[in-house]
């Protein structure tokens, strides 16, 4: 299973290059790459977080958290966690 | 838009003797907000089977739709899901359902609505169900929509690629109803075309199971394998069965379902390329997406929730107020008439048991409606996941997550689908800790008791020029329940231990107009509801309480009665004064006066007296007993002219002739009901979803101590 990589924090990548949707700026855009957390992506590829969908986040909620990710070209907007988001990893 | 069923659904029109030995039985499923409710309602009307009361689920609403002039089916409204893989309480229901075809409730199809702007998301589970095997229409709602947003759809090579019937239409118009029924009238076959097999390290454990269980297909099997442990049906003996195997399998369940899912959205994106273009007419961005802006906007998103919350409570007070005179003055002078006219216990069984108890429940009818009205628009616009999303990081705090606002704000109507709506949430301590909590939000059923008391001490007058000052009050009662909320929520997250994560993915409904049409029925099916079930225990309480607070035990009565004419002769009294000492003495001496003279002892710190104690009792039943109590314990042997309840609170007297209900004695029996477990319902519901005698028992203990030692210090400070 590509979709996953375990134990992000022993991975090879240093943390300064790895991005993720919890990382973009309001108005930024990324592609999922892959999800991190294999239970939280079950529910994440339900919902349409699939490797190779744009995501772009589109505001935050008052206090920061929980953000508002708008997927793809269909428009439709989910909410997640600050923390959830941290587990979608974005392509360079 | 007149697409009929295309040849990939063999169609035999039913008729013949078998086809009529039962109702075609429909289930409809589909993504939360893909339009559901509305088909629903369209399909059935005023023919559903609605219950927020214990015995009778939520999760399962059923209604009738009549397909042809000669044709009824029984349609099933599932709840909204994402696929057939549950995460929460609530979706377990549609797997229970579609996983047993031996089942009573099996469908003989299903009804997939999909909403036509998120098709690649809605497709999944339509996909699902078709591997599952099941015949299966697909109503492709929010056509306007997609059209508007430049999404063309090819509908017969759909059709083609999906192997069933499409549907296109809006269900909140009723456009493509009438094609829908056509096609549900008739009997459909399973679906020919497959999407997705079972990888083939899967399929000798597949397999297994499949002869083990005789399952008509792989896919179901596999389903077998990923979710034994919920399914309800299966035995112990079978679930261990299974989980031995797909021990020895060495089957990754996590690693399985989203190789599925992924799989399944590489064959959906093949479907859509063929199918689906989209021509972006204007880049803007959409409508919805400016609404969020100003209405999740980091100060003025909460100052607008707090403004709606504000106009709520104006609402149940003030406007609600009109029509409640009406209806009171209606009782009280059918009443009146009655009185006049006719006399002799059964009149006055009539006229102070029956009739009291009837206003009681008629007068709230404005204030529930009101109430679930504007629950219901928030609900149908989209604005509650908002206040989910504004509320989460506030409710984190304490133990709770921006899901369990929405089950908060529903306690305000009732606790008992507040409490089941809990479900919706993922993670077991954030659910136990809603459940406890969300009965300190003021019910509907306390509004009775507070707008009687809040009456009789809070001037009606206007505060800081635009507010009434009543409204204020309630406002506080209100936040009082809720701050107690959060306080205990605040406490139990300290008590109760649980690594289990919490969730928060949740998808954000594109904001529309309420359906009027569907508020309307809420509003309906939630009066009826209180009318029906909560009136009659009402009434009845009613009737009983009139027995045994005009009656009591052997000759004391007369006795009491002969002593109080011989201290009026004696000390000169006048003639209504005699009577209401002579009704006074006669009420202390019944049954019920009994009862509440041993209660006395107890409550007496709280400034209540015996005749409180009746209705603290009753209440025990449900809350809104009170007010039906009170009034006929105050009505029996008053004069017939004595009106409305608030006349007949305001003309007791203490034992020295002062009025009884003082703003102290007020305050401390409202801050009582604030806080106390005084509903059945509540507890038996409690007892339902957590499974646990324990936590019904918790929330009577503790909410009725903390109601106790709070009117205790209200009414030591106030009096």
Redesign the interface.
């Known amino acids: 299973m590509s979709l996953f990589r375990r134990s992000p924090q022993k991975a090879v990548i240093s943390t300064a290059t790895r991005r993720t949707a919890k990382d973009l700026r309001v108005g930024e855009a990324g592609t999922i790459c892959c999800l991190e957390d294999p239970e939280m992506a079950l529910k994440l590829l339900e919902m349409g977080c699939v490797p190779g969908v744009q995501v772009r986040l589109s505001g935050r909620a008052p206090l920061g958290d929980p953000l508002m990710l708008v997927l793809g070209d269909q428009e439709y907007t989910l909410s997640v966690r600050a923390s959830e988001a941290a587990t979608i990893l974005l392509k360079e | 838009m007149a697409v009929t069923a295309s040849s990939s659904a063999t169609t035999a029109p039913q008729t013949g003797p078998e086809a009529d030995a039962r109702p075609l039985r429909i289930a409809l499923i589909g993504n939360p907000n893909s339009g559901k409710t509305s088909l629903f309602n369209q399909l059935t009307g005023l023919n559903q089977k609605v219950g927020n009361f214990p015995g009778v689920t939520v999760d399962r609403k059923t209604g009738v739709a009549q397909l042809t002039p000669t044709q009824r089916a029984e349609i099933i409204d599932l709840p909204g899901t994402?696929?057939l893989?549950p995460?929460s309480l609530d979706e377990k229901v549609i797997t229970d359902l579609l996983y047993d075809k031996a089942a009573d409730n099996y469908p003989d199809f299903v009804v997939v609505t999909v909403d036509a702007?998120?098709l690649?998301?809605s497709l999944?589970l339509f996909t699902q169900l078709g591997d599952l095997g099941l015949p299966a229409v697909l109503a492709l709602n929010m056509m306007d929509v997609a059209e508007r947003?430049g999404v063309n759809i090819d509908l017969p090579a759909l059709e083609r690629e999906l192997g069933v019937p499409i549907i296109p239409m809006n269900a909140r118009k009723g456009i493509g109803v009438a094609a829908l029924k056509i096609v549900m009238a008739q009997r459909l076959d399973a679906p020919p075309v497959r999407f997705w097999q079972p990888d083939e390290q899967l399929l000798p454990l597949v397999r297994q199971l499949r002869y083990y269980f005789n399952l008509h297909n792989d896919y179901l099997a596999l389903h077998y394998a990923q979710q034994y442990r919920q399914i309800s049906f299966l035995s112990a003996e079978e679930k261990a069965h299974i989980q031995e195997l797909t021990q020895q399998a060495g089957f990754d369940a996590?690693?399985a379902?989203?190789?599925e899912?992924?799989s399944r959205?590489a064959r959906i994106n093949e479907i859509l390329l063929e199918t689906v273009t989209?021509v972006?007419t204007e880049k803007r961005e959409?409508i919805?997406?400016r609404i969020?802006?100003v209405l999740?906007?980091?100060?003025g998103?909460?100052l607008i929730f707090l403004a709606i919350l504000f106009l709520l409570f104006q609402a149940i007070f003030a406007w609600a107020q009109y029509p409640m005179d009406w209806i009171d003055q209606g009782i009280s002078g059918l009443s009146a008439v009655i009185q006049a006219n006719f006399s002799g216990p059964l009149v006055r069984l009539l006229t102070e048991g029956v009739l009291a108890g009837l206003g009681g429940v008629l007068v709230f009818i404005p204030q529930i409606a009101l109430l679930f009205g504007f629950l219901a628009i928030l609900e149908e616009t989209g604005y509650m996941?908002r206040v989910?999303?504004?509320m989460?990081?506030?409710m984190r705090p304490f133990g709770l997550s921006?899901k369990s606002v929405v089950p908060l704000i529903s306690g305000l109507a009732c606790a008992v689908p507040a409490i089941m709506g809990a479900r919706t949430i993922e993670s077991w301590k954030d659910r136990m800790i809603t459940i406890f909590v969300t009965p300190l939000m003021s019910c509907s059923a306390r509004i009775p008791v507070y707008t009687v008391l809040v009456a009789l001490v809070v001037p009606d007058q206007a505060a800081w020029g635009i507010f009434n000052l009543r409204g204020v009050a309630l406002m506080s009662l209100y936040l009082l329940g809720l701050f107690s909320a959060l306080g205990s929520a605040w406490a139990l997250k300290k008590l109760l231990k649980a690594r289990e994560?919490s969730?928060?993915?949740?998808?954000?409904p594109?904001y529309q107009w309420p359906r009027w049409k569907n508020v309307a029925l809420t509003i309906y099916q939630k009066v009826k509801a209180f009318v029906l079930q909560a009136g009659r225990v009402i009434m009845a309480i009613s009737v009983l309480l009139w027995v045994l607070a005009s009656y009591g035990p052997g000759q004391q009565q007369a006795t009491a009665e002969t002593q109080a004419r011989q201290e009026a002769a004696t000390k000169g009294w006048d003639a209504a004064e005699t009577s209401r000492q002579v009704a006074s003495a006669r009420l202390e001496t019944s049954y019920a006066g009994k009862f509440g003279h041993v209660l006395e002892p107890a409550i007496r710190p709280l400034g209540y007296d015996w005749k409180i104690g009746i209705a603290l009792l009753t209440s025990f039943a449900a809350r809104e007993v009170f007010v039906g109590t009170i009034s006929t314990i105050y009505s029996v042997g008053q004069d017939a002219d004595m009106g409305t309840l608030q006349q007949k609170l305001s003309a007791e007297k203490d034992a020295n002739g002062q009025p009884f209900f003082t703003p102290a004695r007020a305050f401390s029996l409202l801050v009582f009901y604030v806080f106390a477990m005084q509903c059945m319902s509540t507890l038996a519901v409690t007892y339902r979803e957590t499974k646990s005698w324990r936590w019904p028992l918790a929330q009577l203990v503790y909410m009725t101590g903390l109601a106790y030692a709070a009117a205790f210090l209200v009414y030591q400070v106030l009096a």
């Open positions: 994402y696929s893989y995460k702007n998120n690649r998301r999944l947003h996590t690693a379902q989203a190789a899912t992924i959205y989209v972006r959409p919805s997406n969020d802006k999740t906007h980091r100060v998103g909460y996941a989910t999303f504004l989460d990081k506030l921006g994560r969730y928060f993915i949740m998808e954000f594109v």
